[in-house]
């Protein structure tokens, strides 16, 4: 029997639950608006490593501990984990989890990463692969800068479109049974080229992959975005969310008061200098694991829209002056009374 609905979404009948999770992040997003919701901040950017990749790997372990300590569960009753970072071949995640023990499966999906291993770990839960499993993702701003751009010590310039790649790592644990939040529905995206070609400029270049998935998920459930008490994107940013606010009004449709970004919404914009806003595969994690589900939690949403975005670039391609495609992943998350 099939789960699909329409062309790219699918329901999950067990509705895997969120049994726990956690949000590890740095100093300045520690100094941000969800400094409260956050389950550890890290005053030293090194986290106690000697480079900034090993303070990355750091990060990801903490997180994934701290989800596994919430549930009570240690980290070998998992039944594996579905991680994944910005670094080339993913090395943060790999060498996290390299002495865990467990069964590892790394995704790279760039930003959106949190929504597709999410995605993939509710999809191994509902068809019954296994019963406890955890979706780990984060980045590092110091790590990325210097894989992406340049090294710190060069003090370049940033544009205003440029966004500020997060210190973050957010970790949720999935099962069969427990909570009161579940995974009803999942919606993959599809690659989206709109011929973006500026790495200062990633707003523009996902913001229409997020319009292409969005617009599958309302198409194939029938759903209009009222039907949701908060729709999340991440991380467009500034530029990138009133980007596809516009493509949706083309069409008639409004994505309502509802409509946030995490890009937009991890950083004061008026007392720290982020340009567009946050980015990075720790953005939309340490939102959701330190902001949207806590709320969720407290009653504030009972179904909420999350839709991770990413620009799907590599230093590489960047330098041989490729556009840069887009992806979206979306899923739905339901509070139960």
Known sequence: M?????????????APAVLSYAAVVGKKEGEGPFRDGFDRISQDSYFGQESWEKAESQMLWQCFTLACGKARLSPSSLDGIFAGDLLNQCVASSFAMKDSGLPYLGVYGAC?????TLILASMAVDGGFAERVCAVTGSHFCSAERQYRFPLEYGGQRTPSSQWTVTGSG??????DGGCLRVRLVTPGRIVDAGIRDPNCMGAAMAPAAYDTLRAH???TGRSPGDYDAIFTGDLGALGHDLLESLFAADGVSLGKGYQDCGVLI??????????GGSGCGCSASVL??????????GRWKRVLFAATGALMSPTSAMQGESIPGICHALVIEREE
């Open 218 to 220: 309302f198409a194939d």
């Open 267 to 276: 950083y004061d914009p008026s007392a720290q200098n982020v340009n567009a």
């Open 171 to 176: 970790a949720v644990v999935l099962g069969t």
């Open 112 to 116: 959106s990463t949190i929504a597709e």
């Open 2 to 14: 099939t789960k699909k609905i329409g062309r790219q979404t699918a329901a999950l009948p067990s």
């Open 289 to 298: 694991c330190g902001h949207i589900l806590p709320e969720m939690e407290r």
